[in-house]
């Protein structure tokens, strides 16, 4: 399985968008970068999932680079309810998805 | 409404004492998962199951057994052998091993306390 790396805990200020940088030196052609969201007391909720270039959907955008080894989420004009943990997760469907330690992302009044 | 369910949310129990975790998704996924979360911490896997009737170990799975006699259904035993195992514990479903096929679902979360 691909390991990935990203920062440990990040601050933003509501309003700003914030930039998530998840670092996957050894993905495998066949795998894909997903991100997940999760609350305190709660289980993860998925974001987004991509394989190349750019993905966009209502809450984030996924940016991938052609040499794919790593990946940055883009969460547009963030607000307080965006403080949470988010995971970033590289595989193919062999096998099961590993979650690390995640990105702690505080947002600031 | 489709989702999963999982209970009890709150659980307490004796030193050597065995419990079981119930977990039930409606969404008619195939693939069913069992996640231990630390304070702090990230998610671990601890079993995981593609298909009824089978399941293998994640990377946590002494002290814990699974079973899957129903598509539907995922419970997760603690038995008296886990040494430590108040934390919280988190089930999930997806269509297929979730790296290529889109979201995992996960349930409310089952917060286990060893008094």
């Known amino acids: 399985l691909a390991k990935t790396t990203q920062p440990i805990s990040m601050d933003s200020y509501e309003g700003q968008e914030v930039n998530i940088t998840c670092s996957h030196n050894?993905?495998?052609?066949?795998?894909?970068i997903t991100w997940y969201q999760q609350f305190p007391s709660q289980g993860p909720r998925f974001i987004i999932q991509?394989?190349?270039t750019k993905v966009t959907n209502e809450v984030a955008s996924l940016f991938i680079p052609a040499d794919r080894k790593s990946s940055t989420l883009s969460l547009p004009r963030v607000s307080l309810s965006d403080t949470a943990v988010y995971y970033c997760?590289?595989?193919?469907?062999?096998?099961?998805?590993?979650f690390g330690k995640g990105t702690r992302l505080s947002v600031i009044a | 409404d489709g989702g999963i369910t999982q209970s009890p949310k709150y659980l307490f129990r004796k030193e050597g004492q065995n419990v079981t975790l119930s977990c039930e998704q409606n969404?008619?996924?195939?693939?069913m998962y069992w996640y231990r979360q630390d304070p702090g911490q990230g998610l671990r896997l601890i079993y995981y199951?593609?298909?009824?009737?089978?399941?293998q170990k994640g990377d946590i799975a002494e002290g814990y057994s699974v079973s899957r006699e129903k598509k539907e259904s995922f419970p997760l035993t603690v038995t008296s052998a886990q040494k430590n195992p108040t934390a919280f514990y988190l089930c999930?479903?997806?269509?297929?091993?979730?790296?290529?096929?889109?979201?995992?679902?996960f349930g409310p979360g089952t917060r286990l306390t060893v008094l």
């Open positions: 999930a479903s997806s269509t297929g091993l979730a790296g290529m096929f889109g979201e995992q679902f």
């Open positions: 050894n993905i495998a052609t066949n795998d894909y």
């Open positions: 991509g394989y190349k």
């Open positions: 997760l590289v595989g193919s469907g062999n096998t099961p998805l590993v």
């Open positions: 969404l008619n996924h195939d693939a």
């Open positions: 199951s593609q298909i009824v009737n089978d399941f």
